[in-house]
């Protein structure tokens, strides 16, 4: 298990709302390896941007809080270590990218300073050779190096996107967080993005954790892939795997809900039911309202997770 | 960006004639003749129509308007009928002084607004940021001319450190700087934790964050840059009615301003001073109005390439 | 219709509750609305209160430190303090909420037919409105009396002008964004009027900014007025205005100074709790503002 960069174990984090207690993430766990990428998959609500935000350790803290787990990182454990440690790793070691590339970037600084910064601290090199590399950076995104000094709102959404993603490598971070990076681009820009991540990954050898809905891309790009639902991971094996044979009733019908060129008149099966307000989960296995292999222990008890050779399962009703 | 300004001053060019109808109409409907007020009740008929003859009184208002717009024109604000000096030469007498109070009083509360709510906006909902939006209400709400007489009353009365009227030397300046500064301070105060509250809500600040970059830089290069732009604004609203709006302050202290002439001129129906003198100020407004515009276009880039 | 009228109304019941709720939260603001109550009750009560006559001058007692019979002391001409205060504070409230209401009714309409109806209307509305902003508030008002005279009529009017602006704008930004909304057309194709639209769904939108605007415009008429008593241009002595009191102190700060200090300490006090209150209404209204 030497090369295992990322290892998140029974991670909980709780949001404290006026509406109440929101238990957003309610006992992950992870392993990412030197160099791979993992797809993280669900609807909105499912505790994927918090799980990377917990990762980050950027949860926002009046109302957030990591409750209980561990969060290893090259065997450093996030949630313990001080603040101003884990700066020094933000951006760093582990970068993250965001969804919205309209607002992620200050609107009155210029792009390539927003890059030079992040390689002037934590290298700690002087502005000009820091904005040299930021310029590189910006040629390896395919943005001429000239627009340096231009500012976010002179670019499309899709540049931004890859200032950001200039921004997260611009360290070589052993680790990249990327929460829906392509959510907000039109589809011909996507392809281009992902591309271009693929690209960088083979560069620097980044590992990778992709949250996503789009099983497409994760197709394109993971190794591995994990659905969550309702703060739990259902289900997570190999791209592979998962893809030929989804074992988790909720990874079914995500699969059935995507339309197939090639099979032609097969009705497309939307998952039955809405998910459930994540003040109050359903009672023992969250999915069991929306669920055709319902039985009475899925009503009373959250199922155990089964472990075989790197693939999970938390159902009662399927043995992997 | 040129062409902007341009149109921007060409803009301002109603807003003067507005402005100097309306003064026109309110010194002409005030009652009280000025003929009186400067001959004094014993005047004879005869005095009292000669000079009004003199005065121009007697033509009819839309003339006596022309001529008030082709004077202001020519620079010529006509003459004080209190003191038979030009209105020009008592404002540029006057107006150095009144600047001076406001620029050291916009600096004062410059220098003690924005930390001030940049503490509370930074510590917000706790106890630092009670107490620091209580101040600035606090510095909000009393009557500066209430505050003016208690720094007398401490500073030149009991500990007779300094002089309570008059201008000359710095010290004179102290007192009047800090009523102004404490006023103004606290607007500034207010506006500043405002605006970073909302500048810090904001995502490209998280990047920041996620970028692993010091808390120093965060706050004085991403935080601030987007937060102070509203808070010029607000200091340049202050500054350009600093011109009459330090009336009471000059009162007090019995300092020899711009905004104490007017107020008196308005009292004693000296409506060439009256009208010289708003004329004057909306100039100033304006101006400075349209030089808080082009700050915040050279400040915040969005606005500048609107314009390029 | 009952059904959906029920369900409209508990809707706007518990969003008041929402709303003081939040308000309730915030210290402050409760600081804030227990000076303005008491405001009111000494106002109210002040006949009751007032320990003396406030313009009754005993002569032989003329400046007078704080002691058992006079518990502020008296003034230049022999009159209680304290009762002035209370008095005043009738006046004060007088003004500031008549004030308040001219330029804000004023102000209101403006801005809704500025916003409304857009255009060239829009547009002489809002220069008219610079016009004003181009005086210095305090300019503007000062100017307003002495053509009108120093009542206490005109001092209303004149501080009620100073601040019609202030509401033409925020009224105004508030109806460009309801009147981009479709729901608007759809009401005009429905056959509502022009009125109608606007008092059934302009104006409710607007009703949160004005409100604050009109607390925080409360104080702010509260202080104008006291700094034109106080120059000389307002409330005209012996009515005891708290203004005008710290103008008459203004004489004897050497010798006694109390003149000066409690008069100011009322205004202070008042402006500030409504300051308090004004800005606890707004967090409680928008807590996005927070």
Redesign the interface.
Known sequence: MNNVLLDVSNLHVVYDTFEGRVEAVRGISLKIKQGESLGLVGESGAGKTTTALSI?Q?VPSPPGKISSGEIKFQNIDLNKIAEQK???????RI??I?Q?PM???????PIGLQIA??IA??QNLRFEKAKYRAQELLEKVQIPAERYKE?P??FSGGMRQRV?IA??LSCNPSLLVADEPTSALDVTIQAQILDLMKDLREEFDTSLILITHDLGIVADICDRVATMYCGIIVEEGTVKEVFENPLHPYTQGLFNCIPKINDKGHKILPIFGLPPSSLKYPSGCSFHPRCPKCTEICVQKMPPIQSVKGRTLRCHNVTI | MLRYFRKRLFLLIPVLLGVSLLVFVIVHLAPGDPALTLLGPNATQEELVELRTQLGLDKPLVLQYGLFLKNILKGNLGKSLLSGEPVLSELKQRTPITLRLAIWGTLFSILIGIPLGTLAALYQNTWIDNLCSFFALAGFSFPNFWLALMLMLMFSIYFPVLPSSGMGTWKHLILPVIVIGIQNMAIIARMTRSSMLEIIR?????????????SR?ILF??IF??AL?PVITVIGLNFGNSLGGLVITETVFSIPGTGRLLVDAIRANDYPVVQGGVMFFALFVGLVNLSVDFIYAI????IK?MYR | MEQEKLIVRDKKQSQLQEIWRRFRRNKTALVGLAIVIFLFLVAFFAPLLAPMDPNKAFFKDKLQLPSSTYLLGTDNMGRDILSRIIFGSRISLYIGFIAVGIGGIGGTILGVFAGFYGGKLDNVIMRTMDILLAFPAIILAIAIVGVLGTSLGNLMIAVGISHMPRYARIVRSSTFAVRGQEFVDAARLVGAHDFQIIIENILPNCLAPIIVQSTLGVAQAILAVASMSFLGLGIQPPTAEWGAMLSAGRQYLRITPHLAIFPGLAIATVVLGLNLLGDGLRDALDPKLR
């Open positions: 980050m950027l884990m700066r020094q790793i933000r951006g760093n970068s993250m965001f919205d607002t992620s970037l200050n609107p009155v600084l910064e992040t601290v934590h500012y709102h002179e950001g921004m997260s | 904001q995502d490209y600040i998280r990047t920041a964050h996620a970028k692993g970059m010091p830089i290069r991403h840059s987007n732009i400040v915040d880039p969005r390439s």
